[in-house]
């Protein structure tokens, strides 16, 4: 069999080999399960499955940067298509990075629904659909039918989908193991995320950040899908006790009625974890409504709007933050790929 090589494009699945490389094997030994070592070694000399693709940013820095070496200038030239695969399922924003271990290759569509795939032929092995409410949910929807990927641990799959439920998956039959529900699009939230692994805790944000929404994202028992804590990105009403000290400091930096409108603040990726540190870097959305004079008080800065927190994974407690565009008229989300690695300055 052709060693083959994956890559994505909008609406299908495509598998590439180079045509002139020798047979690989097809009865390799099932690799070790992905648990917090696996993961938080990958992308680096430690890597154990340096040919797999275990979490949406390929390492928890977010790199996105493979250690392969077999596909270069001197032989691109010859790839060539091996399989293909239809995604399906509607929509037009097909986003999702695939996730590959233990030769397949696990992907997503826009309406959230959940395949896997023989990597080497592109065989469906299993394909599950959360049968979203898509006449409910698209009103709420505020930028378009996405999904932006998945997560991996211990031979389990782990889905946000649209309509605001979190699903564990058994990766080798796709059966479900847990489900929660996070948010309710009736609020105008949904979930587009890739949930991303820290430690023993699965994090991911709610979208909706240009609709009527307060920003914040959660982190759930990776086993067992228990809600363990959810910080809150913006203030909400003046009234009513703070959920933390960010919040009362955060409160000082709007005025009028905002909590009204919801503030914004939505966490729809921009995302690392520092598993030494155990900490997780999480870029915020532009505030809401995104003029500043119909949020309340003018030339105040919006926290934690526009910003790159970063918050202990145990306690989900804030230790820093950086607002990137204080008073945001703009729409300048710090939402962007977020990546960690080491200088010299």
Known sequence: MKRHYIAIAAGAIGAVSILSV???????????????????????????????????????????????????????????????YVVGA????????????????????????????????????????????????????????VNRGLALYNGNIIAALNDGRLVSLNALTGKPVW??????????????????????????????GDKPTRGQFDAFDVNTGYHAWRFYTVPGDPSKPYENEAMRVAAKTWGGDFYTKGGGGAVWDGFAYDPDANLVYVGTGNAEPWVQKFRGAQNVDNLYTCSILAVDV?????????????????????VQQLMLLDLTI
């Open 179 to 208: 489900e929660t529900r996070m948010v309710y699009p009736q609020d105008n939230y949904t979930l587009t995320m890739a949930p991303r692994i820290a430690g023993n805790k699965v994090i991911v944000g709610a979208s909706g």
């Open 314 to 334: 145990n306690t989900g407690q804030l230790k820093w933050y950086y607002q990137t565009t204080p008073n945001d008229n703009w729409d300048f989300d710090s």
């Open 90 to 145: 509607g929509g037009s924003n097909q986003e999702g990075t695939p996730l590959v271990w233990n030769n397949t290759l696990y992907g997503v569509t826009t309406w959230s629904v959940v395949f896997a795939l023989d990597a080497r032929t592109g065989e469906q092995i299993w394909r599950w659909d959360p049968e979203i409410n898509q006449s409910a949910v698209r009103p709420k929807i505020c930028c378009g039918i």
């Open 22 to 84: 020798s047979r690989a094997q097809s009865n390799h030994p099932a690799p070790p399960a992905v648990d917090a070592k696996v993961l938080k070694n990958a992308g680096t000399p430690a890597d154990t499955m340096p040919g797999s693709w275990l979490t949406y940013g390929h390492s928890q820095s977010e790199q996105r940067y493979s250690p392969l070496k077999q596909i270069d200038t001197s032989n691109v030239n010859r790839l060539g298509l091996a399989w293909s």
